[in-house]
């Protein structure tokens, strides 16, 4: 164990370490912190005058959106008055459509008797259509003859022009 002057040596040399490692480097880096600490208080002094500048220019514009929102409501409530006319007119149309469906079903009625005929039409048509082409073939027939004889005479011709 030690004596009590080794350890009182022992004590007055860690003081003296301790006097030289913190003197200097401590005293400026507070200095330096203090600098700092004292720069960001005016920086939010600074901050704070902005922020309650903001802050009015917030609630002047809040007061015009108030009054944008009464224009608004005023607006709903001509909206809301034009789609209730606009029911009506739709309810309106509604019958008239109903109308319209009753005379569209009338209609097709005449079209389906209109179309009996006009198939009764087509298959009388169709049956003139085949005795036309039957005519057309027989006289597709006559033209290769009447061709033919007229080559044959024109032959003819030919060899009693020469004699």
Known sequence: MQTQEERIIALEYSVAL???KFSEVDIQSINHNTTMLLGLVY???SEGSEIKS???TIN???GGMQHDIKVLQTDVSEVKSNLTTLNQQVTTLNQQ????QQDIKL???KSDEHTSILNEHSAILDKHSA???EHTSILNEHTALHNENTKLLTQI???LTKR
Do not use: D, E
């Open 60 to 62: 002047y514009q809040i």
């Open 157 to 159: 011709l030919a060899l």
């Open 43 to 45: 920086k939010q002094q």
């Open 107 to 109: 209609l097709q009625i």
């Open 131 to 133: 005795i036309l082409n």
């Open 18 to 20: 301790l006097k030289k």
């Open 54 to 56: 903001n802050l009015t």
């Open 97 to 100: 459509v109903a109308g319209m």
